[in-house]
T-cell receptor, first 113, second 113 residues
Protein backbone atom coordinates (compact mmCIF):
# COMPACT_ATOMS: atom_id res chain seq x y z
CA UNK A 1 0.00 0.00 0.00
CA UNK A 2 1.35 3.41 -1.00
CA UNK A 3 1.83 5.49 2.10
CA UNK A 4 3.69 8.20 3.94
CA UNK A 5 4.41 7.35 7.56
CA UNK A 6 5.11 9.93 10.22
CA UNK A 7 6.14 9.36 13.78
CA UNK A 8 5.22 10.20 16.41
CA UNK A 9 1.56 11.11 15.91
CA UNK A 10 1.45 13.14 19.10
CA UNK A 11 4.26 14.75 21.06
CA UNK A 12 4.38 17.04 24.06
CA UNK A 13 7.80 18.43 24.84
CA UNK A 14 9.46 21.25 26.74
CA UNK A 15 11.10 24.35 25.37
CA UNK A 16 14.63 23.74 24.19
CA UNK A 17 14.60 19.95 24.12
CA UNK A 18 15.71 18.76 20.70
CA UNK A 19 13.30 16.52 18.85
CA UNK A 20 12.98 14.75 15.54
CA UNK A 21 9.84 13.87 13.65
CA UNK A 22 10.41 11.06 11.19
CA UNK A 23 8.83 10.70 7.77
CA UNK A 24 9.13 7.75 5.43
CA UNK A 25 7.52 7.01 2.06
CA UNK A 26 7.36 3.73 0.16
CA UNK A 27 6.58 5.08 -3.32
CA UNK A 28 10.13 5.89 -4.46
CA UNK A 29 9.14 9.54 -4.77
CA UNK A 30 11.89 12.06 -5.37
CA UNK A 31 10.05 15.03 -3.91
CA UNK A 32 9.27 15.34 -0.21
CA UNK A 33 8.22 18.26 1.91
CA UNK A 34 7.14 19.34 5.37
CA UNK A 35 4.18 21.56 6.17
CA UNK A 36 2.79 23.04 9.31
CA UNK A 37 -0.91 23.69 9.70
CA UNK A 38 -2.23 26.37 12.01
CA UNK A 39 -5.82 27.61 12.39
CA UNK A 40 -6.61 30.31 9.87
CA UNK A 41 -3.22 30.01 8.17
CA UNK A 42 -3.70 26.87 6.12
CA UNK A 43 -0.76 24.71 5.10
CA UNK A 44 2.58 26.45 5.06
CA UNK A 45 5.66 24.77 3.68
CA UNK A 46 8.68 24.50 5.98
CA UNK A 47 11.27 22.69 3.86
CA UNK A 48 11.28 20.56 0.77
CA UNK A 49 13.64 18.17 -0.95
CA UNK A 50 13.84 17.39 -4.64
CA UNK A 51 16.13 14.41 -4.19
CA UNK A 52 18.73 12.84 -1.93
CA UNK A 53 21.05 15.48 -0.43
CA UNK A 54 19.00 18.28 -2.08
CA UNK A 55 16.94 20.38 0.32
CA UNK A 56 15.64 23.93 0.25
CA UNK A 57 13.69 26.33 2.42
CA UNK A 58 9.98 26.77 2.11
CA UNK A 59 7.95 29.67 3.45
CA UNK A 60 8.54 29.19 7.19
CA UNK A 61 11.94 27.47 7.71
CA UNK A 62 13.11 29.34 10.82
CA UNK A 63 13.74 27.02 13.76
CA UNK A 64 13.70 23.84 11.69
CA UNK A 65 16.26 21.60 10.02
CA UNK A 66 15.87 18.70 7.63
CA UNK A 67 18.06 16.08 6.04
CA UNK A 68 17.64 13.74 3.08
CA UNK A 69 20.26 11.03 3.29
CA UNK A 70 18.02 8.37 1.77
CA UNK A 71 15.31 8.72 -0.80
CA UNK A 72 12.58 7.29 1.42
CA UNK A 73 13.26 9.30 4.59
CA UNK A 74 12.93 13.00 5.30
CA UNK A 75 13.15 13.78 9.04
CA UNK A 76 12.22 17.16 10.50
CA UNK A 77 14.48 18.35 13.30
CA UNK A 78 13.69 20.99 15.88
CA UNK A 79 17.01 21.77 17.56
CA UNK A 80 15.54 24.01 20.25
CA UNK A 81 11.74 23.95 20.12
CA UNK A 82 9.79 26.97 21.26
CA UNK A 83 6.06 27.36 22.08
CA UNK A 84 5.41 29.09 18.74
CA UNK A 85 6.29 25.81 17.04
CA UNK A 86 3.25 24.18 18.60
CA UNK A 87 1.37 23.05 15.53
CA UNK A 88 0.14 20.18 13.39
CA UNK A 89 2.86 18.96 11.06
CA UNK A 90 2.46 17.05 7.82
CA UNK A 91 5.01 15.33 5.67
CA UNK A 92 4.18 14.86 1.99
CA UNK A 93 5.74 13.17 -1.01
CA UNK A 94 5.10 13.28 -4.74
CA UNK A 95 6.66 12.22 -8.02
CA UNK A 96 7.43 15.78 -9.04
CA UNK A 97 7.33 19.31 -7.69
CA UNK A 98 3.77 20.58 -7.78
CA UNK A 99 2.68 18.78 -10.92
CA UNK A 100 1.57 15.46 -9.52
CA UNK A 101 -0.54 14.27 -6.63
CA UNK A 102 0.94 14.84 -3.18
CA UNK A 103 0.55 12.07 -0.62
CA UNK A 104 0.37 13.24 2.97
CA UNK A 105 1.30 11.48 6.16
CA UNK A 106 -1.15 11.18 9.04
CA UNK A 107 0.24 14.23 10.79
CA UNK A 108 2.13 14.94 13.99
CA UNK A 109 0.52 17.12 16.61
CA UNK A 110 3.31 18.83 18.50
CA UNK A 111 2.89 20.81 21.69
CA UNK A 112 5.84 22.74 23.11
CA UNK A 113 5.38 23.95 26.68
CA UNK B 1 5.20 36.70 -3.63
CA UNK B 2 2.99 34.15 -5.30
CA UNK B 3 -0.33 33.68 -3.55
CA UNK B 4 -3.29 31.38 -3.80
CA UNK B 5 -6.41 32.85 -2.24
CA UNK B 6 -9.47 30.85 -1.35
CA UNK B 7 -12.95 31.96 -0.34
CA UNK B 8 -14.99 31.63 1.70
CA UNK B 9 -13.01 30.62 4.77
CA UNK B 10 -16.04 28.92 6.32
CA UNK B 11 -19.33 27.70 4.93
CA UNK B 12 -22.22 26.26 6.90
CA UNK B 13 -24.96 24.58 4.90
CA UNK B 14 -28.03 22.51 5.49
CA UNK B 15 -27.78 19.00 4.20
CA UNK B 16 -29.03 18.94 0.63
CA UNK B 17 -27.90 22.48 -0.16
CA UNK B 18 -25.18 23.18 -2.69
CA UNK B 19 -21.71 24.43 -1.82
CA UNK B 20 -19.03 26.25 -3.79
CA UNK B 21 -15.49 27.27 -2.92
CA UNK B 22 -13.40 29.57 -5.09
CA UNK B 23 -9.67 29.73 -5.62
CA UNK B 24 -7.69 32.58 -7.18
CA UNK B 25 -4.01 32.68 -7.97
CA UNK B 26 -1.86 35.78 -8.32
CA UNK B 27 -0.08 34.08 -11.24
CA UNK B 28 -1.06 31.83 -14.12
CA UNK B 29 -0.89 28.19 -13.09
CA UNK B 30 0.19 25.20 -15.14
CA UNK B 31 -2.23 23.11 -13.13
CA UNK B 32 -4.37 23.27 -10.02
CA UNK B 33 -5.01 20.56 -7.49
CA UNK B 34 -7.79 20.10 -4.96
CA UNK B 35 -7.52 18.32 -1.64
CA UNK B 36 -9.97 17.40 1.09
CA UNK B 37 -9.09 17.14 4.76
CA UNK B 38 -11.61 15.46 7.01
CA UNK B 39 -11.75 16.61 10.66
CA UNK B 40 -8.76 15.10 12.46
CA UNK B 41 -7.35 13.76 9.21
CA UNK B 42 -4.74 14.61 6.63
CA UNK B 43 -5.17 16.25 3.21
CA UNK B 44 -6.20 13.79 0.54
CA UNK B 45 -5.85 14.49 -3.16
CA UNK B 46 -9.12 14.85 -5.05
CA UNK B 47 -8.23 15.95 -8.55
CA UNK B 48 -5.85 17.87 -10.80
CA UNK B 49 -6.92 20.23 -13.57
CA UNK B 50 -4.49 21.11 -16.33
CA UNK B 51 -6.27 22.59 -19.33
CA UNK B 52 -7.71 26.08 -19.69
CA UNK B 53 -11.48 25.96 -19.13
CA UNK B 54 -11.35 22.34 -18.00
CA UNK B 55 -14.34 20.91 -16.15
CA UNK B 56 -14.20 17.58 -14.34
CA UNK B 57 -16.84 15.78 -12.33
CA UNK B 58 -16.63 13.25 -9.54
CA UNK B 59 -20.16 12.20 -8.63
CA UNK B 60 -21.63 15.29 -6.89
CA UNK B 61 -18.38 17.29 -7.12
CA UNK B 62 -17.67 19.55 -10.11
CA UNK B 63 -14.27 21.13 -10.57
CA UNK B 64 -13.53 23.98 -12.96
CA UNK B 65 -10.30 25.61 -14.13
CA UNK B 66 -10.65 29.14 -15.46
CA UNK B 67 -9.89 30.14 -19.02
CA UNK B 68 -6.95 32.26 -17.88
CA UNK B 69 -5.71 29.43 -15.63
CA UNK B 70 -5.68 31.75 -12.64
CA UNK B 71 -8.86 30.67 -10.91
CA UNK B 72 -10.71 27.51 -10.08
CA UNK B 73 -13.82 26.38 -8.28
CA UNK B 74 -15.20 23.31 -6.56
CA UNK B 75 -18.96 22.87 -6.49
CA UNK B 76 -20.75 20.21 -4.47
CA UNK B 77 -24.35 19.47 -5.37
CA UNK B 78 -26.75 18.41 -2.64
CA UNK B 79 -24.27 18.23 0.21
CA UNK B 80 -24.21 15.28 2.57
CA UNK B 81 -22.76 14.96 6.05
CA UNK B 82 -19.90 12.96 4.55
CA UNK B 83 -18.79 16.11 2.70
CA UNK B 84 -17.76 17.76 5.98
CA UNK B 85 -14.14 18.86 6.01
CA UNK B 86 -11.76 21.49 4.72
CA UNK B 87 -11.20 21.82 0.99
CA UNK B 88 -7.89 23.17 -0.25
CA UNK B 89 -6.75 24.23 -3.66
CA UNK B 90 -3.06 24.21 -4.51
CA UNK B 91 -0.87 25.23 -7.39
CA UNK B 92 2.82 24.82 -8.23
CA UNK B 93 5.16 27.60 -7.23
CA UNK B 94 7.32 29.48 -9.71
CA UNK B 95 10.41 31.61 -9.56
CA UNK B 96 11.38 32.11 -5.96
CA UNK B 97 8.65 29.67 -4.92
CA UNK B 98 9.82 26.94 -7.27
CA UNK B 99 9.61 23.60 -5.57
CA UNK B 100 6.62 24.64 -3.51
CA UNK B 101 3.07 23.50 -3.78
CA UNK B 102 1.26 26.70 -2.81
CA UNK B 103 -1.92 25.99 -0.86
CA UNK B 104 -4.90 28.22 -0.36
CA UNK B 105 -6.00 28.61 3.25
CA UNK B 106 -8.91 26.30 2.66
CA UNK B 107 -12.67 26.42 3.01
CA UNK B 108 -14.08 24.64 6.02
CA UNK B 109 -17.44 23.10 5.22
CA UNK B 110 -19.90 22.08 7.89
CA UNK B 111 -23.16 20.35 7.03
CA UNK B 112 -26.15 20.39 9.31
CA UNK B 113 -28.26 17.23 9.05
Amino acid sequence: EAQVTQNPRYLITVTGKKLTVTCSQNMNHEYMSWYRQDPGLGLRQIYYSMNVEVTDKGDVPEGYKVSRKEKRNFPLILESPSPNQTSLYFCASSLSTGHTEAFFGQGTRLTVV
Amino acid sequence: GQQVMQIPQYQHVQEGEDFTTYCNSSTTLSNIQWYKQRPGGHPVFLIQLVKSGEVKKQKRLTFQFGEAKKNSSLHITATQTTDVGTYFCAGPGYGGSQGNLIFGKGTKLSVKP
